[in-house]
């Protein structure tokens, strides 16, 4: 089991910047990616962007490519998301998330991933 937290949200302007953080610990050596989504009231869950532990490859949703960007520090188990360029539709509950055991890249669907952090609050006034 790999346990998450992430950190860093808060309320920013459009236009804005913030910096999300998922400490990962436990089971970290068996997750192959790790991946942020976001859901927002009354929407399915969506998924942002993904990267994988050792070669760093990416993806990213096309709402946020160019504006947002996955990293990942591999001796601190840290996965951040840095997003600019902030809108309201970003407005969300941005939760990172562990790639299953086995998976194959790319991923980019909530079946992919089998350990989820409980979320942090991003809201960008209109």
């Known amino acids: 089991q790999v346990h998450l937290a992430e950190s860093g949200g808060g309320l920013v302007q459009a236009g804005g910047s913030l910096r999300l953080s998922c400490a990962a610990s436990g089971r970290t050596f068996s997750a192959y990616a790790m991946g942020w989504f976001r859901q927002a009231p009354g929407k399915e869950r969506e998924f942002v962007a993904a990267?994988?532990?050792?070669?760093?490859?990416?993806r990213y949703a096309d709402s946020v490519k160019g504006r947002f960007t996955i990293s990942r520090d591999y001796f601190s188990n840290t996965v951040y998301l840095q997003m600019d360029s902030l809108k309201p539709e970003d407005t969300a509950v941005y939760s990172c998330?562990?790639?299953?055991?086995?998976?194959?890249?790319?991923?980019?669907?909530?079946?992919?991933?089998?350990?989820w952090g409980q979320g942090t609050q991003v809201t960008v006034p209109s």
């Open positions: 990267i994988t532990w050792s070669a760093g490859m990416t």
């Open positions: 998330a562990a790639g299953c055991d086995g998976s194959i890249w790319p991923i980019d669907t909530v079946r992919d991933f089998c350990s």
